[in-house]
């Protein structure tokens, strides 16, 4: 057997090289498995939607994988299905992912597949309207989950419908009703180009030969203009407290936070430690430990951050009945309170951090899994001795640190609170 | 697929191991399955396999609340539980160097849980509060409705939650019985995969859990189903506006001649699934019912399954219809779809995706020893390890009559359950009462 690989991914393993035409590679070798996973982008997304158009990029991005120069939806299917890969494309806030997931002994041919949805899609006028309808019901099966509403309601309040962070990528039935072939087709042509994508691949591949079939499939790509910039998002709140009524509903969902920092802030990782010890240590940490194992209140009680390109949320979140909505914001506010108020102890501090620096290796055991890191730290320029510098961004989070982030960014006086489902008990 | 590079054994006390070191990444993963699920409960005690399960959270004299979490979560690892209709399941995984805490906190918990009575009491708003979120999805109470409407015997057609009357009246005692009558070493599999030498994780493994007492056979589960013969059909109406509708056909356990002929249905009706929870494709849409239904513009949806189980199980058909359609118009295509099935209509190309894509679908969920102890110690309670390192093989040597036999077989109007969720506000809601 051979030895365990323990190295982390690193210069010493990956290969990075930028194409003439803006488009990033990194390529990390691994022989385990017989299989090839690569994952990337594009710097296009719902952050762009034109104001009376919300959800075009992730219409957009739907139809690429219906229909391009060279494979027509049944030919698409067909030659992705036949070999049991995975090929798919989406929308999200500042990009357009996409993924493919192949066995080694096919993956070479789908690179093809690949380039010509991403370089050639053809927007087929049937295929439009099937999408649309897909993208409606959705959208109203949406709108019938209380944490999808909640969730939706609070980064509206938050950003406002005028910037992408403040909608949700699929839009609004409205907009979704207004999109026309001609809009794809030409938001395709303005926002869709190799200037500043990335692509990673891992998995039982050669490195020259890798770049070599990449070269040959999105070399000549040329991009209309420089990369198209985005809007800057303002914040909006206003009122601090939103409820969405949904009568029919058994269980109401409750959203409770504010902004936090983008991922480049310098508080990102004094964040990232105070959101752990939180709402996600162990069983939820200290949210879950109150509200759910003391109070009984919630099967969920839990913490997140987003931290995007532009800006960032915290929020708290969980699923109660409507008579305890009441008790369990006001639970969660005062846990926000506590984390502003007092500093952490040291052993709960030390804990939390090393779970943040200990469970890297899990995260790092598959394909996908390193693909996912790598790509992340080339969206967000961390370099690729990134994971080596890792362990000591987490560990120099001080209890100060933590006390002084939660007091910026989690004050109950300004802190939104969402709830949506049925009237409270 | 089959690996000479794993051990499998029995301790004194019964205890099942099954070990398979690897040297890919330097994490371990390690898992107890206990035969108990929801097949275990009769009426009046639904929900106490899940809800024993919680309380294995809830500490022991040496872990008290809050360790257990705690002592994985700062050795970098990650944890869970899972119960099913067979089985009970707890893992974790760890950064190789950390997997004795495993053994350490299963081995205590599998015989000192404590079942304070005051946190059976906070557990139990906490589950019923699980259920709710559910009840909030009228597909989750389509499921619930065509399960136990398809199933009028067998404990399969409970919900492993729980029905909500059950919940409300479960006592500290009922699950302290059930603790004690399922969790013994005799009735449990260990698993763990990854980074380890063998004989010494053997040897560990002999150290925690040997010292455990086996206890009585656990009894034997009683209400076989009868075969069914009328059809069965279940109405939910709502206020939500998007309708779903799920056929239920019965199909034999995992261990019968007849499941790798029906997984391979499966496939051509609903796409590979390889191992149903951590596989299934993302790309979809070559298989039949999607070409049928969702390219006719009848559904936006569709999704057949076929889990694996130890005793007869069922294969279901779930879609989401499209605006204004007739859940009947879909009924009739997806009974199009059966019987060209049934008439033999199966092309070689399609066998051999099933084949290909399943490959593949094993290929990806190997990466990760989670994965791999997960189907090894499933495997060991739902039917065998050969049944596992023989999948592929098996899958292959199901032809195009065998494909058409099982269609005959377990496909007819009067065995199957059909469920439908119809908004209130749909038109049709007329059209249906005159029907009943």
């Known amino acids: ?425 | 697929m089959t690996d000479p590079n794993w051990m499998r054994t029995t301790l004194d006390n019964g205890l099942q191991v099954l070990l398979r070191p690897s040297t890919v990444a330097p994490v371990a993963s390690f898992w107890v399955f206990y035969r108990v699920g929801s097949r275990n409960e009769i009426p009046g005690l639904t929900g106490v396999s899940h809800w024993v399960e919680h309380m294995l959270f809830k500490g022991t004299e040496r872990y008290p609340r809050g360790e257990f979490d705690r002592l994985v979560a700062r050795a970098g690892g990650l944890f869970n539980g899972m119960t099913g209709a067979d089985w009970t399941t707890y893992f974790e995984t760890f950064p190789a160097d950390r997997i004795e805490l495993a053994l350490q906190v299963e081995s205590d918990r599998m015989a000192n849980s404590v079942f304070d009575a005051a946190e059976v009491e906070a557990e139990r708003t906490v589950i019923l509060s699980e259920r709710e979120g559910s009840e909030n999805s009228y597909f989750q109470r389509l499921v619930e409705e065509v399960q136990a409407t398809a199933y009028v015997a067998h404990p399969y057609r409970h919900p492993i939650i729980g029905w909500k009357t059950d919940l409300q009246s479960l006592t500290r005692d009922d699950l302290w019985r059930h603790y004690r009558t399922y969790y013994a070493p005799n009735n449990a599999v260990v698993v763990a995969a990854g980074d380890f030498d063998g004989a010494a994780m053997l040897d560990r493994i002999a150290y925690y859990f040997g010292a455990i007492a086996a206890g009585m056979p656990p009894p034997p589960v009683r209400g076989s189903e009868p075969a069914q013969s009328a059809e069965r059909r279940v109405v939910l109406r709502g206020e939500d506006p998007t309708a779903y509708l799920l056929q239920a056909f019965h199909v034999p356990a995992a261990t019968h001649d007849d499941f790798f002929p029906l997984v391979v249905l499966d496939s051509i009706l609903g796409g590979a699934k390889g191992m149903g929870l951590f596989g299934g494709s993302a790309n979809n849409r070559s298989n039949r019912l999607y070409r049928a239904l969702v390219e006719s513009q009848l559904a936006i949806d569709v999704d057949s399954s076929m889990g694996p189980t130890v005793d007869p199980g069922l294969f279901t058909i779930g879609v989401t219809l499209a605006p204004d359609v007739d859940p009947r118009t879909v009924e009739e295509v997806i009974w199009g779809e059966l019987a060209k099935l049934q008439e033999g209509d199966v092309t070689a190309a399609e066998l051999a995706k099933a084949v290909k894509q399943t490959r593949a679908q094993f290929a990806y969920s190997s990466e990760s020893v989670t994965n791999q102890g997960y189907w090894l110690g499933f495997s060991e309670v739902v039917a065998s390890q050969e049944w596992f390192a023989t999948w592929l093989e098996r899958l292959a040597a199901v032809s195009a009559e065998d494909v058409r036999r099982v269609a005959r077989t377990y496909f007819s109007p009067a065995q199957q359950t059909s469920g439908w969720y119809v908004p209130n506000d749909d038109a049709l809601t007329g059209d249906l009462e005159e029907l009943e």
């Open chain 1, 1 to 425: 057997m051979s030895a365990v690989r323990r190295s982390l991914p690193g210069p010493d393993d990956v290969t990075r090289v930028q194409f003439a035409n803006g488009l990033t590679v990194l390529v990390r070798e691994n022989d385990a498995a017989p299989v090839v996973v690569l994952q990337g982008a594009l710097r296009v997304g719902s952050v762009h939607d034109p104001a009376h158009l919300p959800g075009l990029a992730n219409l957009t991005a739907s139809l690429l994988t219906r229909g391009s120069e060279h494979y027509d939806f049944d030919r698409f299917n067909e030659t992705v299905e036949q070999v049991g890969a995975n090929l798919m494309v989406s929308a999200d806030l500042h990009l357009t992912e996409f993924g493919l997931t192949a066995l080694a002994e096919d993956f070479a041919d789908l690179v093809a597949v690949l380039a010509d949805v991403l370089r050639r899609p053809t927007f087929p006028e049937e295929h439009v309207e099937r999408v649309r309808s897909h993208w409606l019901v959705r959208l109203q099966e949406r709108a019938q989950d209380t944490a999808t509403v909640a969730s939706d309601r609070f980064y509206e309040a938050l950003f406002g419908r005028q910037h992408g962070y403040g909608r949700p990528i699929v839009g609004y039935e409205e907009g979704v009703n207004a999109i026309a072939r001609e809009d794809m087709a030409a938001f395709y042509r303005s926002h869709y180009m190799p200037e500043g994508g990335i692509i990673v691949v891992t998995g039982a591949v050669q490195t020259a030969a890798v770049i070599e079939r990449l070269q040959a499939a999105f070399g000549d790509w040329q991009s209309p203009r420089g990369s198209v910039a985005s809007p800057m998002p303002s914040l909006v709140q206003g009122s601090q407290r939103h409820f969405s009524l949904m009568a029919d509903k058994v269980q109401s969902d409750v959203v409770v936070g504010a902004v936090g920092p983008a991922r480049g802030h310098p508080d990102y990782y004094a964040v990232r430690v105070a959101n752990c010890i939180l709402g996600q240590f162990g069983m939820m940490g200290r949210l879950g430990e109150r509200v759910r194992e003391e109070l009984g209140l919630a099967y969920y009680c839990y913490s997140a951050t987003l931290a995007e390109e532009q800006a960032g949320t915290w929020l708290a979140a969980a699923g109660v009945a409507p008579a305890n909505v009441e008790a369990t914001v006001a639970s969660i506010l005062a846990e926000f309170v506590r984390l502003a108020s007092q500093p952490v102890e040291e052993h709960e501090l030390a804990d939390t951090q090393a779970y943040l620096t200990g469970v890297v290796p899990l995260a790092l055991e598959t394909n996908q899994g390193v693909a996912s890191t790598l790509f992340n730290m080339e969206l967000y320029g961390l370099g690729l001795d990134y994971l080596a510098r890792y362990p000591a961004l987490i560990t120099s989070v001080t209890a100060e640190e933590v006390q002084r982030v939660a007091a910026v960014y989690l004050q109950p006086e300004t802190a939104l609170v969402v709830v949506a489902g049925p009237e409270a008990g």
